[in-house]
């Protein structure tokens, strides 16, 4: 009985893994409308991004201002050529968390 479901746990992993849906679209942020001239260029610029709390700070190559050399230093993206810095936490704010996301789709 146990080798049964060991081998339905094992069709029902293959078929989990083999339907892999990408929940989280543009994740490296390099689909682009344009190239980020200011602090926080984020909506508008990025494909299927928005903030929808503070002001999210989108940075790219392609920048000029808000390339890798940015006013809270240097950092190189994990993948590719973009990213996006949030702040979570300030000491002289208590209210300062700032958040993006997509919108849902509805297909």
Not at 8 to 22: D, K, P, T, W
Not at 72 to 79: K, N
Request: proline letters at 7%; one cysteine or more; hydrophobic letters at 35%.
């Amino acid at each position: 009985m146990a080798k049964f479901w060991f081998i339905v746990l094992l069709l029902v992993c293959s078929f989990c893994l083999q339907a892999r849906i990408n929940l989280v679209p543009n994740p490296s942020f390099e689909d682009t409308l344009g190239c980020p001239q200011f602090y926080p260029d984020l909506n508008g610029k990025v494909v299927d991004w928005y903030s929808f709390r503070g002001t999210p700070d989108y940075f790219n190559i392609c920048s000029s201002g808000c390339g890798y050399n940015n006013q809270t230093g240097y950092q190189l993206p994990r993948t590719g050529v973009a990213y996006v810095g949030v702040a979570t936490y300030a000491v002289a704010q208590s209210d300062v968390g700032e958040h993006l996301g997509i919108k849902p789709s509805l297909n």
